[in-house]
């Protein structure tokens, strides 16, 4: 059994800074893509940010200069670095991964969620 678990979410006053971060853990033989999306009430779940194994790294361009994605693939790990957040960030944000389990079976995760509010 594969999973995710999420933590870093909080309150955090407009261009303040917090740090989310996603740990896969399980019967896992391999990790590709790890990666964030958001979703924020009303609002369809969008993409932030995603990393691949080898260093790759993709973001949405509302975020871009603002957020940095980072993995340890020692830890099965990543992160998600927000900087300068403004108040429309504020939304439940959901760490996804792309995983072969032991069983060779490989689909994509997601955690259960982390809520982020930007406000003063």
């Known amino acids: 059994q594969v999973q995710l678990v999420e933590s870093g979410g909080g309150l955090v006053q407009p261009g303040g800074s917090l740090r989310l971060s996603c740990a896969a853990s399980g019967s896992i033989f391999g990790i590709n893509t790890m990666g964030w999306y958001r979703q924020a009430p009303g609002m369809q779940r969008e993409l932030v940010a995603t990393?691949?194994?080898?260093?790759?790294?993709n973001s949405a361009s509302s975020v871009k200069g603002r957020f940095t994605i980072s993995r340890d693939n020692a830890k099965n790990t990543v992160y998600l670095q927000m900087n300068s957040l403004k108040p429309e960030d504020t939304a439940v944000y959901y760490c996804?991964?792309?995983?072969?389990?032991?069983?060779?079976?490989?689909?994509?995760?997601w955690g259960q969620g982390t809520q982020v509010t930007v406000s003063s």
């Open positions: 996804t991964a792309f995983i072969m389990a032991m069983d060779r079976s490989a689909r994509d995760y």
């Open positions: 990393g691949t194994s080898g260093g790759s790294t």
